[in-house]
Structures are given as structure tokens and as C-alpha cells.
């Protein structure tokens, strides 16, 4: 089998490095970040993991086929030596999505969105929604609670060490605070120059195939390669914070109020200004989970990449988190001032974000123009990369590979959505032959 680089370590370069580890094939991970992931799109413990939609809906798929592969993963694991015990509730926890919807959308959203799906799910009226789901809602609103396994939340940092071991006990190797530099093809082999951050030394690796899983450095691993990728994706900025009710006034609510508050997480406002929350880490002792807030749909450009991280959070993005908190709480019936939320941090987190919104996960096309189908490009998977990695992971693996058995319908529809390497269609050709 052939050297294949993955260059990045996060959610969807481990998934795909165990992907293609599983199936044989020789692979060595560059990672910049040391073994501790601090700064990607994969960081923090928790991903809203949602699993309802449309019948035929590729990331509803992609959710459905994450949760095998994971079953996959930790099998091999726990058949292994040293003998420990992998369990899929280290990864999936906490309980099934609610969303609110106001009643007018969710009778559009209804009949292409849950057809044929009535036993997933449960939806209640402003005059029954406290008495099924413990939650006030406003008058003209619906709640959706979904009823499937797995629905609920994904823990990011616990997956990607898990893939890590897959990985390493298949023989592939990670190289922690290497960064990728450079990337060009010369005479159909990959040279990849790599700088060890610690030494400061250079090398340059070999690889006759490589996938391409930087997350918001996309565009930026790519740019001797494909100088055209600034066009295709953008990273993003979004503001998270993370919240909990003080311990004095949280110790006040009666256990209905707080059996509410863990059954009601994780919540997806489709009101206004999409919002969402979802239990971070649950609390020590009888005290409230730190809850992560934000909203995706707030996103906004990143001037200096490598600021970002210590970059302060906009204050009017904050205040508008913290408002929808409490309106939020406000449902459970939970009333608390402004004083009763602490803040336990608030940070930009990163995202990167297609032009056409939907991922890619494809060949692309060199800076001639000509296709190449040696390297594979992994991105773009804003709010939806958690719960779907380990599929998209497995199209990015049968891509390089070649499929080897016979796909499905839904396959060769997440095919056609994802694996679609036109992406030059994004740039001008400014003279004939010449893309750029
Ligand atoms: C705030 C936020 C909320 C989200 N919410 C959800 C959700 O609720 N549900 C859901 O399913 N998904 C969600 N997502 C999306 C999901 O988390 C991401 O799609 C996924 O984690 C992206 O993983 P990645 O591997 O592509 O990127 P990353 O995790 O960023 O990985 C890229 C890696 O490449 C490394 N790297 C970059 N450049 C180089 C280089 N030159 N050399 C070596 N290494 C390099 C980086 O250090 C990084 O580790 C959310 C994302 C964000 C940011």
C-alpha cells in the first residue's frame, strides 16, 4: 500500500486517517497542535448530534452511518491489548434535541422535513408542553423533541482519542507540533515540507496521496496547490460562551426544575437568529452543568487567523447569547437576574465555511486546471462536522481507495452532494489556459 498524508489531526482528519488505517493503507498524520487539542473546530466536549430529517437527507444519513462506524471503532478497540473498556456513552450522552419552531414554519418544515417520521419524533403545543416536556413555549411556537438513539450530544475531544488509538494500533503514525508548510506535486509524488515547531528544522515528506483536513487552514495548506481554495472557503469566526446558574440560586430550583433543565439540553432556537444550547460538562455534586451557548448563524469574518483564538469575543454577540439564555430558562420555568448567570469563559471558535454552505469532501482540481485525483479535501462542515465525520471520513477513504463494495442509493446521494470536484467552477479564468 501507498503513503498517504493527512494533513491535520482533528475530527475529520482522525476519522479519516482511521478510516484509511482500518483498510490497510499506510498513513502518517501531521498535526500542529501538541497531543492536547486546544485550537481547532473540533475543540471543547460537546456537539449538538442531530438526527432528524427529510427521509432522504444526506447529513441525517451521515449521522446514522457516524454512530456505526463509532460502534466499529470502539469494537476494535476493545478487542485489542492492552484490554480497556471503550463505551459508546463516553461519546453520545445527554438527551434527545428539542427544537422550537414558530407554528407557521414548522408546518412548512413539516412536510419535507419529518414525513413519514412519526415515531422519531414528539412535538407539543404551547398548551401541552409543559405538561410533556416540563417547557413553557410561547403561544404561536412548537416544540420537536426527537425519540432516536444517539440523538443528543457528541464529545469531540473523547472521538478524536479514540480514533487516535485506532489509528496508532493500525500501524499509522501522528506527528504532534509538525506543521505543514508547503505543499507541491512533483512528477506525480507530493512533497510536503514540514516544520517540527519544537526544533524549528524543516523536512520534506513523500507521499504518493494526501488528504487535506486543516480545517480554517484550508485554503492556506492549499495555496502553492490550488491558489483558487480562498475562494471556495472562508473561515469563520462565531462566538461560544459558557454558562451556568449560580450554585446559591441553582441550589433554590426544585429536581423537577433541574430534571427539566437536563432534559430540555440540547435545545435549537429556529426562532429569529438560530440559537443553541447543549451541556458542556455536567456539574460537580449537585450544581449546575456548565452550559455552551451561541449562535451559528452569528458568524463573522476573521481578519488574522492566528489571532483569533485570543481575540475578545464581540460584547454585542455575548449580551445576545446571555439574553437568549435566560429567555431560555425562562421555559423551564426557572427565573434568575442577570446576577444569578456566571460566566464560566466566552471565546471565538472557528469555523470554515463553504461558498455554496455545503461540505466538500472531494478530489480537486491543481493550479493548471487539470484533476487530480491523488488528493482529497475535507471541509466546511460548519454546524454539521460532529455528528457526520466518520461518514464523510469514509467517502474521503473509498475516494483514495476506491469503493469496495456496492453503494447504496443513500451513498450515491451523499456522493453526488459532497464528492462533486468542481469547486474550480468558483474561479474566473482570466486568459484562456489559464486559471488564474
Ligand atoms: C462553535 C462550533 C459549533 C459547532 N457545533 C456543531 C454541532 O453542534 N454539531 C455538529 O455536528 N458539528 C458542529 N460543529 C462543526 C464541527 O465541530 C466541525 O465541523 C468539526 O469539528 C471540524 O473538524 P475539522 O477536523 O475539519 O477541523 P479542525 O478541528 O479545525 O481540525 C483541523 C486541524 O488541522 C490542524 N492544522 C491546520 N493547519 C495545519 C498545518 N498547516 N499543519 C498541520 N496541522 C494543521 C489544526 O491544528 C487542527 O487540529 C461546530 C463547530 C464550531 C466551530
Redesign the pocket.
Known amino acids: 500500500m501507498e503513503n498517504i498524508l493527512v ?7 482522525s476519522s479519516v486517517a482511521w478510516k484509511l488505517a482500518e483498510r490497510g493503507a499506510k498513513v502518517i498524520v ?4 501538541g497531543k492536547q ?1 486546544t ?5 471543547g466536549t460537546a ?4 438526527s432528524l430529517g427529510p427521509k432522504k437527507d444526506v447529513f441525517s444519513y451521515a449521522h446514522k452511518k457516524t454512530v456505526k462506524e463509532v460502534t466499529n471503532l470502539l469494537d476494535f478497540l476493545n478487542a485489542e491489548k492492552p484490554k480497556k473498556a471503550h463505551n459508546i456513552d463516553e461519546v453520545y450522552s445527554t438527551s434527545p434535541v428539542s427544537y422550537l419552531f414558530r407554528r407557521e414554519d414548522y408546518y412548512k418544515v413539516k412536510k419535507f422535513r419529518f414525513k413519514k417520521q412519526k415515531r422519531d419524533f414528539r412535538t407539543a403545543s404551547s398548551n401541552s408542553s409543559f405538561r410533556k416536556f416540563g417547557m413553557s413555549i410561547p403561544d404561536d411556537t412548537i416544540l420537536v423533541r426527537e425519540k432516536r438513539l444517539y440523538s443528543g450530544t ?1 464529545n ?1 475531544t473523547v472521538l478524536i482519542d479514540k480514533l487516535r488509538i485506532g489509528i496508532e494500533k493500525k500501524g499509522g503514525k501522528i506527528k504532534y507540533e ?4 508547503g505543499l507541491v506535486k512533483k512528477e506525480a509524488i507530493f512533497e510536503v515540507s514540514v516544520l517540527n515547531l519544537k526544533t524549528k528544522k524543516t523536512q520534506k515528506l513523500k507521499a504518493a496521496k494526501v488528504i487535506v ?5 484550508l485554503a ?2 492549499l495555496k502553492d496547490f490550488a491558489p483558487y481554495f480562498n475562494r471556495v472557503i472562508t473561515p469563520k469566526k ?1 462566538v ?1 460562551s459558557f454558562l451556568k446558574i449560580s450554585d446559591e440560586r441553582y441550589a433554590e430550583l426544585t429536581d423537577l426544575e433541574k430534571n427539566a433543565i437536563h432534559k430540555g439540553l440540547p435545545y435549537f432556537s429556529q426562532i429569529g437568529k438560530e440559537y ?1 444550547a ?1 451541556i458542556e460538562k455536567t456539574g460537580k455534586g449537585d450544581t449546575c452543568p456548565i452550559i455552551k451557548a ?1 449562535g ?1 448563524q452569528r458568524r463573522r469574518n476573521i481578519h488574522d487567523l492566528a489571532k483569533v483564538w485570543s481575540e475578545k469575543p464581540q460584547k454585542k454577540d455575548l449580551k445576545w447569547i446571555k439574553k437568549r439564555f435566560r429567555k431560555h430558562l425562562e421555559m423551564f420555568e426557572v427565573y434568575v437576574s442577570k446576577k444569578d448567570i456566571e460566566e464560566v469563559s466566552t471565546n471565538n ?4 465555511e463553504t461558498r455554496s454552505k455545503i461540505p466538500i469532501v472531494t478530489p480537486i482540481f491543481n493550479k493548471y486546471g487539470s484533476l487530480d485525483r491523488n488528493i482529497v479535501v ?2 466546511g ?9 466518520l461518514c464523510y471520513a469514509l467517502l474521503a477513504a473509498d475516494l483514495l481507495l476506491g469503493k469496495s463494495d456496492k453503494p447504496s442509493k443513500m451513498y450515491r446521494r451523499m456522493v453526488k452532494a459532497f464528492a462533486n470536484p468542481s469547486v474550480n467552477l468558483y474561479t474566473k479564468r482570466k486568459k484562456r489556459g489559464h486559471l488564474f
Open positions: 494533513i491535520g489531526g482533528g475530527l475529520m482528519g501531521i498535526e500542529q497542535q487539542y485550537t481547532g473546530s473540533s475543540y456537539r449538538i448530534s442531530r457528541l469531540p509538525h506543521q505543514v508548510v483536513a486543516s480545517g480554517a487552514y492556506e495548506t462565531v461560544q443553541f447543549l451561541g451559528h471558535c472557528v469555523y470554515a475535507i471541509g462542515m460548519s454546524g454539521i462536522g460532529a455528528k457526520g465525520c
